[in-house]
């Protein structure tokens, strides 16, 4: 079965730091580019970065340029968030997603369920 | 402020005919896929729709999807009181080079 399981969220002060976790299973990791999006309570879905499967392509929103980073180790499976400088609207439920398709033709099929990141003092 | 349009709500009776309409521009809409999204409450996005109107296995007929310049639509037929959700449209955005979604439409199955 296909899988992501996000970890690492929980609450952390204004100017903190945390690095989010997304475990992949049930599928060749290494082949797939890979996207964090996340959620603010009551809010829609904001995309927050993209890695291409071989880490060549790397892409940010604009609101967390320079403050999030994102990586993945695809001998673990795993794709990482690692977010500084965060701030209380930085606080939201945060989601993996594997992405498909081929130029012009992309879409994101999976979904893990989530990790909450709170950001307060 | 979302890059694509959608209306915050709709609402229709059951076993009628509703569609969510998004609007967007050349770089997202007129020149990538369009997706769709159903949020269940407390639940991750699904997807429902890709490629502008293709349905991935297992999600019902009674949802497709269509698209015309740089706006698409998503109808859901036969409506039931299970598809009360948040529906996402979402796409690449050449210009921004990243996924640009629409703020989401509630829907009310009356």
């Known amino acids: 079965e296909v899988q992501l399981v996000e970890s690492g969220g929980g609450l952390v002060k204004p100017g903190g730091s945390l690095r989010l976790s997304c475990a992949a299973s049930g599928f060749t990791f290494s082949s797939y580019s890979m996207n964090w999006v996340r959620q603010a309570p009551g809010k829609g879905l904001e995309w927050v970065s993209s890695i291409s499967s071989s880490s060549s392509y790397i892409y940010y929103a604009d609101s967390v340029k320079g403050r999030f980073t994102i990586s993945r180790d695809n001998a673990k499976n795993s794709l990482y968030l690692q977010m500084n400088s965060l701030r209380a609207e930085d606080t939201a439920v945060y989601y993996c997603?594997?992405?498909?398709?081929?130029?012009?033709?992309?879409?994101?099929?999976?979904w893990g369920k989530g990790t909450t990141v709170t950001v307060s003092s | 402020q979302s890059v694509l349009t959608q209306p915050p709500s709709v609402s229709e009776a059951p076993r009628q005919r509703v569609t969510i309409s998004c609007s967007g521009s050349s770089s997202n809409i007129g020149n990538n896929a369009v997706n769709w999204y159903q949020q269940l409450p407390g639940k991750a996005p699904k997807l429902l729709i890709y490629?502008?109107?293709l349905l991935p296995s297992g999600v019902s007929d009674r949802f497709s999807g269509s698209k015309s310049g740089t706006s698409a639509s998503l109808a859901i037929s036969g409506l039931q009181s299970e598809d009360e959700a948040d529906y996402y449209c979402?796409?690449?955005?050449?210009?921004?080079?990243?996924?640009?979604f629409g703020g989401g439409t509630k829907l009310t199955v009356l």
């Open positions: 490629y502008d109107d």
């Open positions: 997603a594997r992405q498909l398709g081929i130029k012009y033709y992309y879409y994101m099929d999976v």
């Open positions: 979402a796409a690449w955005d050449d210009r921004l080079n990243g996924w640009v």
